[in-house]
């Protein structure tokens, strides 16, 4: 480390002093400009200004960020198109005909042991779904309305879609999983979902709970009364639950 020595007392000083700290007398700071930095420092430094301070360069530099934001905003619309696009869901259906009491001919069943598996389609159960949650509306209406639930049913498992509006613009959300019935256990395991048509990663469904919470609790009392079933087959569009005996 350089000091500075002062020329009348001849104490060492920082080189950050200009004045000496004992006697105050001016100090001569030409010793600090000869040590100053290295030659190759110098030239990186005069190379890195010049980068900057090139008109050009600036310019690719600025246009870099204009294009990324282009894009990221391009990126970021096209995923909010896919999430406000509706899904490949069916038409909603009028529910003014009879559609099928689940629920009733489920707690029958398991009041009368009877032996008669329960076979629905995939029909039967919107077509049941739609009757059963329209007089729960209210109580699943939060922040969005609640319009309705749709199933698709798959081999083991399926898809669940709510959808919800806001201001009258439809909001489609599902999750999608395999589902099993163990010992009176209904259990189901996530395999993904979506917003819209935007695909959500299994593992972000895990934070999805609170989009389908109020329909789980809506849906509580069929979910009690498909565990007192012996075992329920899910397959591509329907479902059959059989009795215990
Ligand atoms: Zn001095």
């Given at each position: 480390m350089i000091t500075l020595i002062c020329p009348e007392c001849r104490r060492e000083n920082e080189p950050?002093?200009?004045?000496?700290?004992?006697?105050?007398a001016r100090l001569d700071r030409t010793a600090l400009a000869k040590e100053a930095p290295k030659g190759e420092d110098v030239k990186d430094t005069q190379r890195r200004l010049r980068n900057m301070l090139d008109p050009g360069r600036a310019k690719m530099r600025l246009m870099f960020f204009k294009v990324s934001k282009v894009i990221l905003g391009a990126l970021i619309l096209a995923a909010l198109i896919q999430m406000i696009l509706p899904p490949d869901v069916p038409p909603r259906q009028k529910t003014g005909d009879f559609p099928p009491q689940i629920n009733l001919d489920l707690e029958n069943a398991a009041m009368n042991h009877g032996s008669t598996p329960l076979q629905y389609t995939e029909a039967q159960v919107n077509a049941y779904l739609g009757s059963a949650l329209k007089s729960k509306q209210a109580a699943l209406s939060k922040l969005l309305q609640f319009e309705r639930a749709i199933v698709t049913l798959e081999e083991n498992g399926g898809r669940i879609t709510a959808e919800r509006s806001l201001f009258g613009f439809s909001v489609f959300t599902t999750t999608s999983g395999k589902v099993s019935l163990q010992d009176g256990k209904l259990t189901a395991s996530n395999t993904g979902g979506s917003i819209g048509r935007l695909p959500i990663h299994p593992l972000l469904?895990?934070?999805?709970?609170p989009l389908f919470s109020d329909l789980w609790a809506a849906l509580d009392r069929e979910r009690k009364a498909v565990a007192k079933m012996a075992s329920m087959e899910l397959r591509p569009q329907a479902v059959v639950l059989t009795p215990k005996p």
């Open positions: 950050e002093r200009i004045y000496c700290h004992d006697c105050g469904m895990k934070y999805s709970d």
